[in-house]
């Protein structure tokens, strides 16, 4: 069964950085294609960053240059570099795989971490 346990949420101030971690297990994290998405209070989920099996990746205009999403398929962990944080980009934080299978693409989610950015 695919476990995704998000970790490295908390309180920051203005300008500071974070460091998400998104740990699988279950699944051949090589494979599978990722995203980081976010839900603020009273807002639909977005978008943050995308990396794809092969490495690309793709991040929303409002993080572009500030965020760096990364992997390591040794340790089966995603990643979300935060620079220049805003209070803007207080939000819960979510990891989502996307894992190719023989019946279709299979969708795992975490269960988020609290980021929140004081002004």
């Known amino acids: 069964q695919v476990q995704l346990v998000e970790s490295g949420g908390g309180l920051v101030q203005a300008g500071g950085s974070l460091r998400l971690s998104c740990a699988a297990s279950g699944t051949i994290f090589e494979r599978d294609d990722m995203t980081w998405y976010r839900q603020a209070p009273g807002k639909q989920r977005e978008s943050v960053a995308t990396?794809?099996?092969?490495?690309?990746?793709d991040y929303a205009d409002s993080v572009k240059g500030r965020f760096t999403i990364s992997r390591d398929n040794a340790k089966n962990t995603m990643y979300l570099q935060m620079n220049s944080l805003k209070p803007e980009d207080t939000a819960v934080y979510y990891c989502?795989?996307?894992?190719?299978?023989?019946?279709?693409?299979?969708?795992?989610w975490g269960q988020g971490t609290q980021v929140t950015v004081s002004s």
């Open positions: 989502e795989i996307r894992e190719p299978s023989p019946f279709g693409t299979l969708d795992f």
């Open positions: 990396i794809t099996s092969d490495g690309s990746t």
